[in-house]
């Protein structure tokens, strides 16, 4: 069966889907310690509730789908950062998708109460018409390596490993209940393959859609060309959206324009905030996008092509809010 978010894509129109911003840092803001190995995903096991809680103030921002925390929940990451079996592992990757469904249950909670206070009936309706939805995050295999490998895409693994990497969590997505999976941040051609066909071998009813860091406009980071990606994409159904995260705005505008010559699936962008990270001092500088400069690039994306935008690296529900507005 198609996801709820094919079905959105189908009949919406000219409506755009809002994605959320980064999780670590509104999790910083909360008071979190993300210096673990394992990012965001130690949340999961220490303060489960403040996960809980971003996934919340996105919806509220404006975002109808959000991102689990799981990013950096590769099982291998878990077994050997936690100390713990596969089968827990797999019980953490299906917590992030609960604490998501949690926030949005959460949410039109709070939606009924504020109707049954205001008695406006029509809130009600429109919430009958308001469709938010789960995306689980399945993170490159040089997310696991943490060495800023899903940058370059430059690790030599085989297909079957990279499939076995992949699969456990993937699984462990798919029985928790995710409406969709977001394979993202993606840098290999190798491994855009291999999750091709894993998706579609072994989960044939789950849709996704991919998004990849770039060398440049024209290039994901292996420096295989778009076009090629594109081609390796083009004719699987399950991949429901093609993009870019984790990039420079201005280059994620380059690369939609590129995509767009080569797909006629509809295109996902959520570009970093505009600072950079600096690697040695290990700290963000550099200024970001805001207000009208934020919203003037959302309609330069959605003219591109742009179909579901969202923000990555030191976006806020602030920035989510303009995007939703702006739109």
Known sequence: MPSKLSTLLASSGRTPQILDGALATYLETLGA?????LWSAQILLDQPSLIQRTHLDYYRAGANI?????YQASLPGLV???????????VLVGKSVALARGARDEYFSSRRAHAARARLGENEEREEDEVLLVAGSVGPYGAFLADGSEYRGDYMLGKQQLKAFHRGRMQALVEAGVDVLACETMPSYAEICALAELL??????????FSFTLRDAGHISDGTALEDVVKALEGA??????????????????????????TRKPLVVYPNSGELWNAERRDWEGSRSEGTQLAERTKEYW??????????????PADIKVIADTL
């Open 33 to 37: 310690d993300i210096s673990s190995a």
């Open 66 to 70: 959000t991102i689990t925390a799981s």
């Open 200 to 209: 579609r071998d072994e989960f044939p009813g789950t849709e996704a859609w």
């Open 80 to 90: 050997k950062h936690l100390t713990v079996s596969e089968e827990a592992a797999k």
């Open 303 to 316: 003219d591109a092509g742009a179909r579901l935008i969202g923000g990555c690296c030191r976006t806020t």
């Open 237 to 262: 159904e399950q991949v429901v959206a093609l993009g870019v995260n984790c990039v420079p705005s201005d280059l994620a505008l380059g690369a939609l324009k590129q995509l767009k010559k080569f």
